[in-house]
């Protein structure tokens, strides 16, 4: 199992960011995905799931400005970041399965990628 994500960098506030997370090594089109993150010195925080037929979750603090999505014919997963604050600036990781905050339950992650929001 291996998953890859990108676009992650340096956004100013208010902006925005699309993250990818391509996957390999098992059935995508069957499984659920999250999202999550880590800010500096801080723990993990889910932040998005999916689940393989589309229904969709979302943080309360991302609610209204995150989009999950995903495309089954690419074994990819997404997360469309608009009005990005300072605050979400962390390490965005994502993971097989969709178990919200129950990190024991992951046994697949990706190497995560850097989102920094400042001006």
């Known amino acids: 199992v291996q998953l890859v994500e990108s676009g992650g960098g340096l956004v100013q506030p208010g902006g925005s960011l699309r993250l990818s997370c391509v996957t390999s090594?098992?059935?995508?089109?069957?499984?659920?995905m999250t999202w999550a993150r880590q800010a500096p010195g801080k723990g993990l925080e889910w932040v998005s799931g999916?689940?393989?037929?589309?229904?969709?979750f979302y943080a309360d603090s991302v609610k209204g400005r995150f989009t999950i999505s995903r495309n089954n014919a690419k074994n990819t997963v997404y997360l469309q970041m608009n009005n990005l604050k300072p605050e979400e600036t962390a390490v965005y990781y994502c993971?097989?399965?969709?178990?919200?905050?129950?990190?024991?339950?992951?046994?697949?992650w990706g190497q995560g990628t850097q989102v920094t929001v400042s001006s």
């Open positions: 993971a097989v399965g969709s178990y919200r905050d129950l990190w024991s339950k992951y046994e697949h």
């Open positions: 090594g098992f059935t995508f089109s069957r499984s659920a």
């Open positions: 999916i689940y393989d037929e589309g229904a969709t």
